[in-house]
Structure formats: C-alpha cells, structure tokens
C-alpha cells in the first residue's frame, strides 16, 4: 500500500494554486497553497511536506533565494521550480543549488504531475533509507517473548492491551530481562506496524551531541555544522521510537523531549520555529527513576509524562520455568542449522540453579558459548563457564535435575566452584560477584567486559562505583 504525502503549492496567482490543488490532488497526494513566502513558512512550520512547487517570482522574496532557504531548513524536502521562459538560466543555476528540476510555463499538469510523483520518489527513498540505517541496529526476524510462567503471561497482557493505542509506555527491569523485544512486541501490534521503527539506547548519545542527534541541527548552529541535518524525530515521523536507557539522556535534553510528549513538536539545534511531528514513543530503564527524580537528576515532570503506562520485566531468576523453553528457542537460533543440539540434564539443572544477573541476555550468551564447545552435538555441563558448571555437584548425581525443574533444590544463590552451599546472596551481592568475575576473565578490559554484561560502559563503571569493584 502506498505510502500517503503532501505538496505545497507556492504561487502569488490563486487561480493556479487551485487549478494545482485540484488537478495534482488524489487519494495518497493531498496538495496545500500558499501565495507568499511568509504563507509557505507558516505552513511549512505547522506540516511535513515532501514536495514543494515553487514559482521562481514571488512578491515578497526571489525565488531563487528562497528555494536555497528550503533546502537548507528542509533538507529533506524536494523542491520543483516553476519559471517563464526568460528565467530558464536562472532555473538551471538553481537546480545547481539543490532545486529536483524545474517546469515552465505556460505548463503541462500531465508533466508535472510526473515531475512531482518523482520528486516524492526520491525524498520517501532518501528518508527510507535513513530510516533503516537507524533501525537496522535493532531488526529481528521475529517479536517473540518466550515463556509460560505467570509472570510473563502478564507482560503479554499488558502489551497486547497498550499496543493498539499511541500513549507512552515505560518498560522496566533488569539489564537483559527482555525490554526490547517487549518494545518490538509493542510496534509490531500496532497500527504503525509497517511505519519506521526507530531505537536509540541513550547512554551512547554524547552529552554534547544528544539534543542534535534527537532533533536534528541547522547549518552552523555549532562548531562542526557544515550542514543541515534532520535527527531521529523526523526518521521516526509517523513511526515508532524506541529510547533505551532513558534515564542516561543528559538532563539538558529532557525539557526537550518533554515538549514532544505534550504539544508534538520539537526544533532542531540553532532552528527558532517549531516542528511537528507524529510519533509513538516507548522508553526502557533499568534505573528507579522515582529515586533519579528526587536526586535532581531526572526531569520530575517528564517522569510523570512518559510513566503513563508501565509495563515491569520479571528478572530470569524470578521465572525459571521458562528457562528449558527460552533455552530450546535459542539453541534453534543460534545453532546454524543443527536442529538435533541439546542440553544434557546435569547441564540444565546449572542452568536452573543459577541465579542470571545477566537476565535472558545473559543466558543467550552463555548458550551461544556452550553450541561450540558441544560435543556430538551435545552441551554438558563441562560446556558451559566455570560459574555454572560448578553448581552441578550439587545436583545429586543421576535422575537430578530435570529439564522442568529446579534440579537438587539448591537456592539461587549458591555459588562457588565446588557447587558447596555459601548460604542465600542478596540481589547486591550477586551482581557484585558477577561483575568483579567478568572483571577478572577479561583482565579487567572494561569494553570487553561491558559487552560481555550487555551493558554500556558508562553503566559498568557506575556499578563498579557503587559496588567498590577495584
């Protein structure tokens, strides 16, 4: 189904603007007027054209100067001059400047309605583009939230109960519980299914760079502009984005964000008006970020804005039922074709015994691991990391540990190499002995680690403050 757009007729004769606005109009092709300069800004303020049609004399600006204008506000929008037959040269000097082609009059409408169709063409491909460039990051080849326990039950219930609308959602939980694919779940339910879906993971937006990369920028509004730039509100516009790890985004940047959520318009660095725009915002946190608000560091009134609807990931520690069947699921993906992998029972009592700070990314990890150490296709516990392994010995030998159960009754928090009971760890103490244990593997490369812990580096030396890690 094609994709509908809209074209802004600009000339100071009213009877062409509605010959224009008749004859061009059509089911996927609305067509505004605007007889002026200022008229056209002011339209251009309130709406996203693709197209604009330009005539080259305008009684309040050169048109010439004007087409300039719009390509560098407007980047992504094609503009099409209309010009008499002594302005030819000026036409071809402007189609050097940016201008998509130019038609003279007295015009033919069946040839500028082919002028226009292509101009649409090339800005909906040049913006498609781009648009996939930003999502291609977080392109699955299916939504899927796998698990039988009551707990995820209720998070389907609650996605398949907010999809449908267009109000903020805030998912919540542990690093690696599963918020994106929740998000994925939430567009891919929608009615903007088929519309762009943008993801953006906050702690990776430089403090400097955070409002341009969001709203886009306007040539020399700062050392580096060399040109105008849309940011991920227009590659979104009508879509879907995705803010992981909002409780990173620089609090400069928030009131920013805020107006957004409220009015639906934002502007781009160094731009004085205001744009407009239709998106479905989802945000992600690992953070309490009630407790961010009261320490100054969360904008109070945007927490309230983008916490309309919450929707709280259960930890893997809290749901290990669904272990055998996100373990089945991942080794059908991540087994390149060997439909007969499995998992030896001893190997999947480690795995219900284990506590997962790592949530279900952690567990992928460990199983993308283990497919390659597998012996005739086999994972056993020898396969998986020291970690895991050791909690065999205390499964209690053969019959232990079945692929649906808790396997020797040990409690989560049982660590240690020899599999010997050290007592039930806090939430504190196991994250803390997880990360100072991926520390030390990696030789306390803090990239290599953080990518080991799915966490960005920034969250990995925030907790090796609060945890004293070395």
């Given at each position: ?31 505004h ?23 080259i ?20 929008t ?122 953006k ?16 920028h ?5 050392t ?18 995705f ?11 928030q ?15 160094g ?5 407009s ?27 309230h ?23 089945e ?26 506590a ?20 005739n ?8 990391p ?45 994250e ?13 490369n ?25």
């Amino acid at each position: 189904m094609r994709t509908a757009y809209t074209v802004l007729a600009v000339d100071d004769e009213p009877s062409i603007g509605k010959l224009l606005e008749k004859e061009l109009s059509t089911p996927i092709r609305a067509v505004h007027v605007a007889t002026s300069a200022r008229q056209a800004r002011e339209r251009l303020r309130r709406a996203t054209y693709e197209v604009v049609v330009l005539d080259i004399r305008l009684p309040d600006a050169d048109g010439i100067e004007f087409m300039v204008e719009l390509r560098q506000r407007y980047p992504d929008t094609e503009v099409i001059l209309i010009t008499g037959h002594g302005n030819i040269d000026n036409a071809v000097e402007a189609m050097k400047l940016g201008a998509y082609d130019y038609i003279t009059k007295p015009f033919n409408l069946t040839e500028l309605e082919v002028v226009v169709e292509r101009a649409y063409q090339r800005a909906f491909l040049r913006n498609e583009n781009r648009a996939l460039r930003h999502a291609r990051d977080g392109a699955r080849p299916a939504v899927t939230l796998i698990g039988n326990s009551q707990s995820i039950k209720e998070v389907r219930y609650l996605i398949e109960k907010v999809a449908p609308t267009d109000v903020p959602v805030l998912i919540t939980g542990e690093s690696g519980a599963g918020k994106e694919v929740a998000a994925h779940a939430i567009q891919s339910l929608g009615s903007r299914a088929d519309k762009p879906f943008i993801i953006k993971n906050c702690a990776t937006l430089q403090k400097e760079l955070a409002r341009s990369e969001l709203f886009g920028h306007v040539r020399g509004s700062f050392t580096g502009a060399l040109e105008s730039r849309d940011g991920l509100m227009a590659f979104a516009n009508k879509g879907t984005l995705f803010l992981d790890e909002i409780g990173e985004l620089p609090v400069e940047v928030q009131a920013s964000l805020l107006r957004v959520l409220e009015n639906k318009t934002y502007r781009r660095v160094g731009e004085k008006d205001h744009r407009s725009c239709d998106i479905r915002l989802i945000f992600a946190t690992n953070r309490a970020l009630a407790g961010e608000v009261e320490a100054g560091r969360f904008h109070e009134a945007l927490y309230h804005r983008i916490n309309v609807f919450n929707i709280e990931m259960p930890p893997l520690r809290e749901r290990k039922e669904d272990i055998p069947l996100l373990a089945e699921f991942f080794l059908a993906r991540l087994g390149n074709g060997r439909d007969d992998l499995r998992i030896s029972d001893r190997a999947m009592a480690c795995l219900m015994q284990y506590a997962w700070p790592g949530n279900v990314r952690e567990l992928r990890n460990v199983l993308e691991r283990s497919i390659i150490l597998a012996e005739n296709n086999l994972i056993t516990e020898h396969a998986l990391p020291r970690e895991l392994a050791g909690l065999a010995g205390g499964t209690g030998g053969a019959g232990g540990g079945q692929a649906g159960g808790m396997a020797g009754g040990g409690a989560p928090g049982q660590h240690g190499a020899t599999g010997e009971s050290q007592g039930p760890l806090t939430l504190e103490a196991m994250e803390r002995e997880h990360i100072a244990r991926i520390l030390e593997f990696y030789d306390n490369n803090r990239s290599l680690a953080a990518t080991a812990l799915g966490i960005s580096r920034k969250t990995l030396y925030r907790k090796m403050r609060e945890y004293d890690i070395g």
